[in-house]
């Protein structure tokens, strides 16, 4: 944790800029909070607890309590030194109620008031007040008890002393207007994923999550000395450590303060969590190009110094930044003064400075470690050499793939049914599962801008195998070859190779899984996603991957035939045809699989872009997600079950 308190102490009432109203926020809370669904919601959560994590990044914060009311209120509380309460001249009322009713106060606009401060939005606390039906706020400050309360944003009541107090600290309650939010349920599971991660991220503070809605109210502490250490232990949970010191490197000091750890396992996957101030960058940005070179260029200094790599009589091996990453976990924990957050979701960084500061500070201390811990030096270095092995035959498979492709459409897959229309933006391709079902799709599409993969052989595990065995499976080469993206390739260190995975020459810009409702079809549907977010996440994080979401029943009485999603659906559907006609039979038949449907039923209610309904896959929250996938792919039982339960996290958006 940094402490900065020089320039926390220079803040003072003045300070707090002040711009305008909150009228705009009510107006448009999409603009501030990105939308007011379930994410949205929890991000209320998530920007009063950042306040208090930034008065612990300042250093005068060790603990914080997160409180689920019965009432679907949540509390947020600190031990910081509370907000301040002093008159604020500039607007004519206490600083409190300047932070809490003007937009953009609060401090974090004002340069040089926090060294770092969180808040994916960096909007402020008025904006979770102006999107509350009501809010309270309790500072414990001076020996005095302060009380201050809201609605919409307005003010209710005086700034008023309530009692006195030996302690300091914030307390905010509030309730989610209904108004504006679609839903108001906080999600216990949401917020303590959240809380866990900030725990880890920022060593021995103490955060305490209770739900007061359940019959016994429930209660989890998060605190953890070990920090980043102790967070990839618990992304490793599932894995076999390669060794068991984890490396880390920290530089609390200087412009960036930097914290990493490291640690490889015996698997083939890299997970590399990265994060700036306390936000999980999922896009990447420069913090992780300077990590990932300062990896490559430390490990092979190191390898190429003590004589490492030996290949047989003859044969040349360079290690390049791919085989580094096989089986390896790190969590890379910096801290900017003014981020710039681009890409899609605003989760990239882009300041170019850090790239430079986060490779000298990793190399130096790689180089450190590796000095002090020359047998798990040789261990990481022997398991690139593997790697590299397997790189060389994935190239291999890789050519060959391209030979394929190289001679244009002839060579696409020979199940593949393509479409007519050439332009990607228009065009789908849908991975079904299965021969039958293939079949129906392939009669009830629009062939002018549909196509259809039928997925007959397994899709092998991504999580579990190497690569040039992933590229010797047969459905993995169909989907490449159809998807015409090329695959791998180190884009990061600048080498391009023309069989490597890009992006600009995606020929379809929906893929469209499509699988039967039931346990094969979500184990295949698992492998496809698995597959897609370890070797081609980009697809995902620009929305090109899809569910489909076949009905599961049809509710028929005579003529009039409906589809139901779920059995509340159809029953209520079943109660519509039956007040309309009170006595022809109803009958109702359930889908088990795709192919049970006729192609003209598996286009009207799955595949016609006006009538059907597609999930978009997203990476709400990568570190989860890849957990979760771990857990699926695992063979514990118990984490598998969890994975089924909650995977609909993983798909949110409803699209089109
Ligand atoms: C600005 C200045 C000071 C404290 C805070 C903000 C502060 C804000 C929040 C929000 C939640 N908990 C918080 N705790 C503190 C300190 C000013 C001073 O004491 O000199």
């Known amino acids: 944790m940094t402490t900065d308190k020089s320039v926390s102490e220079k803040y003072s009432a003045e300070k707090i800029k002040v711009l305008r109203g909150l009228e705009a926020v009510r107006r448009r809370p999409a603009m501030y909070i990105g939308d007011v669904s379930k994410r949205g919601l929890h991000h209320l959560v998530y920007e009063v607890v950042d306040n208090s994590v930034d008065e612990a990044l300042a250093g005068y914060c060790t603990q914080i309590k997160v409180i689920l009311n019965k009432d679907d209120s949540v509390t947020v509380e600190d031990n910081g ?5 002093d008159f604020h001249k500039q607007e004519g009322k206490p600083a409190l109620e300047v932070v809490m009713t003007v937009l953009h106060a609060g401090g974090k606009f004002d340069k040089g008031t926090y060294k770092v401060s969180g808040g994916l939005h960096g ?16 500072i414990h400050r001076d020996g005095k008890i302060y009380r201050q309360k809201y609605a919409h944003g307005f003010t209710q009541t005086k700034l008023e002393v309530i009692g006195k107090t030996k302690r300091t600290g914030t307390r905010i309650s509030f309730l989610p207007d209904p108004d504006i939010f679609r839903v108001t349920t906080i999600e216990y599971e949401i917020i303590s994923e959240r809380l866990r991660e900030l ?13 007061e809605r359940t019959e016994e109210p429930i209660k989890e502490v998060f605190k953890f000395k070990g920090g980043l250490c102790d967070f990839i232990k618990y992304l490793d949970t599932n894995k076999q450590p390669l060794h068991q010191k984890i490396i880390t490197v920290t530089k609390e000091t200087g412009e960036v303060p930097v914290d990493v750890a490291i640690r490889y396992s015996n698997t083939y996957t890299e997970n590399i969590l990265t994060f700036v101030n306390n936000i999980n960058t999922v896009e990447g940005g420069t913090h992780l190009s300077g990590f990932r070179s300062a990896l490559t260029r430390g490990l092979n200094y190191y390898a190429t110094k003590n004589n490492l790599i030996k290949g047989k009589k003859g044969e040349k091996i360079t290690l390049s930044g791919e085989d580094f990453r096989e089986g390896l976990t790190a969590i890379i924990s910096i801290k900017v003064a003014e981020p710039q957050f681009e890409g899609q979701t605003k989760t990239k960084l882009g300041n170019s400075e850090v790239k430079g ?3 000298a500070i990793v190399y130096e201390g790689l180089q450190e470690f590796l000095e002090q811990n020359p047998s798990v030096a040789k261990k990481i270095i022997e398991k690139a ?6 790189r060389h035959a994935a190239r291999k498979a890789r050519e060959l793939i391209r030979r394929k492709t190289a001679l244009g459409n002839t060579t696409l897959p020979g199940k593949l049914a393509d479409c007519s229309n050439r332009d990607p933006a228009l065009c789908e391709l849908f991975l079904v599962e299965g021969d039958s079902a293939g079949g129906s799709a392939k009669q009830g599409r ?3 801008f549909q196509a259809i993969l039928p997925l007959r052989g397994k899709v092998i595990n991504a999580e579990k195998a ?10 993995i080469q169909s989907i490449i070859t159809a998807l015409g993206t090329g695959f791998g390739g180190d884009i990061e260190e600048g080498v391009k190779n023309p069989t490597d995975f890009d992006i600009e020459k995606l020929r379809y810009h929906k893929i469209i899984i499509m699988t039967d409702a039931d346990v094969d079809g979500s184990h295949i549907r698992t492998l496809l996603l698995t597959f897609f977010y370890r070797k081609m996440p980009d697809l995902i994080t620009n929305g090109h991957i899809y569910l489909a979401m076949p009905p599961l029943f049809r509710v028929r009485q005579g003529k009039k035939e409906a589809y139901a999603y779920d059995e509340n659906e159809r029953d209520l559907l079943a109660e519509r045809m039956r007040r309309e006609n009170k006595t022809q039979k109803i009958d109702f038949q359930r889908y088990k699989g795709l192919g049970e449907m006729n192609p003209e039923q598996l286009w009207s209610t799955t595949m016609d872009p006006d009538r059907r309904t597609l999930m978009q896959v997203t990476i709400n929250d990568a570190a989860e997600a890849s ?3 771990q857990d699926l792919m695992g063979s514990d039982v118990e984490a598998r079950r969890k994975f089924i339960e909650t995977n609909a996290r993983f798909v949110v958006n409803l699209d089109v």
């Open 446 to 448: 629009d062939r002018r």
């Open 385 to 390: 050499l593997l790697a590299a092995r397997s």
């Open 81 to 85: 030194r509370g907000i301040p309460v």
């Open 627 to 629: 957990k979760s996938f």
């Open 466 to 475: 190497r690569i040039d065995k992933l590229l010797s499976n047969n459905e």
């Open 123 to 138: 909007v402020g606390v008025s904006v979770v007040n102006a999107l509350s039906k009501w809010l309270v706020a309790e």
């Open 199 to 211: 725990a880890y991220l920022n060593k021995n503070l103490e955060i305490t999550l209770i739900d």
């Open 357 to 359: 500061i986060v490779d």
